[in-house]
């Protein structure tokens, strides 16, 4: 099945929770209309929470969602994958929809094997900031997944944040380690920032508001122009200044290397997560 965008493309989502949630508010921001939409969540009660918080038909039925589907979003938790998956099959190999995963750690390979073979399987890692419209994206599509496909789910993906393709799913790994984790890594060095100010003599809402705001202006500038982070961070470090001094001292304490620890850190833990999750018999 070709996929391609149209207000005819009824996409369905498994799952409503805060990630889904804002992707579905994001696409309808974005042009898709919420009855193209479906969601299902486990109880009448939350499902009636869910249409209310997303202005979507919410129910509690995963097989009808499948049947709705062109496009099948799984957003269950990686634990819950495999199960929901086989529960599925039959009903996904009768419709043979587009499906989308954005569970972390789970192949498409296994999605495909879980849900009875030969279809068109694309992965998602997003990250939180997706939760106010910045958010980053990497996507993988198998083999199976045609362009007009890709094409879609760039469109789903772009209404959260920026999107960007990997060829080889492997680096999904990577892009945990710089997209889907690393909102925590900024967060935690503007904690340590806070705590600096706050030490000498800053108020904690004076320290946050110096802090977060510097954070998103270096965003800012980071995207929005054409200089590399290595330029910007030169234009703002004059020779014996103050910056340079802070600069300095990053270096003497191994900046490099503790975010190369880092992010192998978590490379290694997705890894591990992977192969703890991966494809068994059924």
């Known amino acids: 099945m070709n996929t391609e965008y149209n207000?005819?493309?009824?996409?369905?989502?498994?799952?409503?929770?805060?990630?889904?949630?804002?992707?579905?508010?994001?696409?309808?921001?974005?042009?898709?209309?919420p009855e193209q939409l479906l969601g299902t969540t486990r109880s009448p009660e939350s499902a009636a929470r869910a249409t209310e918080a997303y202005g979507i038909r919410v129910i509690n039925d995963n097989a009808q969602a499948v049947q709705y589907a062109d496009v099948l979003v799984l957003a269950v938790k990686p634990q819950m994958?495999?199960?929901?998956?086989?529960?599925?099959?039959?009903?996904v190999q009768a419709k043979k929809?587009?499906?989308?995963?954005?569970?972390?750690?789970?192949?498409?390979?296994?999605?495909?094997?879980?849900?009875?073979?030969?279809?068109?399987v694309v992965r998602c890692m997003p990250n939180t900031p997706a939760l106010v419209g910045a958010g980053m994206s990497g996507l993988y599509a198998n083999a199976q997944t045609a362009n007009a496909q890709k094409a879609l789910v760039d469109q789903m993906?772009?209404?959260?944040?920026?999107?960007?393709?990997?060829?080889e799913e492997q680096a999904m790994h990577t892009v945990t380690a710089l997209a889907g984790s690393a909102p925590a890594y900024f967060f935690r060095f503007v904690e340590a920032l806070m705590k600096a100010g706050e030490a000498r003599g800053l108020s904690s809402a004076q320290a946050h508001e110096l802090a977060t705001y510097t954070a998103l202006g270096a965003a800012r500038m980071?995207?929005?122009t054409h200089d590399h982070p290595t330029q910007l961070r030169q234009k703002v470090t004059s020779p014996k200044g103050t910056t340079e001094q802070a600069i300095l001292s990053f270096e003497r304490e191994g900046i490099d290397t503790l975010v190369e620890h880092a992010v192998a850190a978590c490379i290694g833990r997705s890894e591990e997560l992977a192969a703890q999750l991966a494809h068994r018999d059924v």
């Open 157 to 167: 993906f772009a209404a959260v944040g920026r999107t960007l393709w990997v060829d």
């Open 97 to 120: 929809p587009l499906i989308v995963s954005v569970a972390a750690g789970i192949s498409a390979q296994d999605i495909a094997h879980w849900l009875g073979g030969n279809l068109a």
């Open 81 to 91: 994958m495999q199960d929901t998956c086989i529960a599925l099959a039959a009903k």
């Open 222 to 224: 980071m995207t929005e």
């Open 7 to 33: 207000s005819s493309t009824h996409i369905s989502f498994i799952g409503v929770g805060n990630m889904a949630g804002a992707i579905i508010a994001g696409m309808c921001r974005h042009g898709f209309q």
